[in-house]
């Protein structure tokens, strides 16, 4: 079952370096009617400052897609 959630209605959050448009459940944003869609458990939006980043963290077991719109992005 999909549940359509109106795009003013999606968490954001502002982290002063960065702000995140949370689609699941994630980080500070706890909603337990939405967790994940099958095995994708999060869905984010960032827009990031230029020269700075999230400080170096491991991902276990995880497949990360990153997309630059404008600018470039070391990963």
């Known amino acids: 079952m999909f549940t359509k959630i109106p795009s ?3 968490f954001l959050g502002n982290y002063g370096w960065h702000t995140g448009r949370f689609h699941f459940s994630f980080a500070d944003y706890n ?3 939405n967790i994940q ?3 994708l458990i999060a869905f984010n ?3 990031v400052l ?3 980043g ?3 963290h491991s991902h276990a077991e ?3 897609i990153s997309y630059c719109l404008e600018g470039q992005m070391v990963h």
């Open 54 to 56: 999230f400080d170096p």
């Open 31 to 33: 909603d337990p009617e």
């Open 45 to 47: 939006d960032f827009s």
């Open 37 to 39: 869609f099958g095995n």
């Open 8 to 10: 003013q209605q999606i």
């Open 62 to 64: 995880l497949e990360i």
């Open 50 to 52: 230029p020269n700075v």
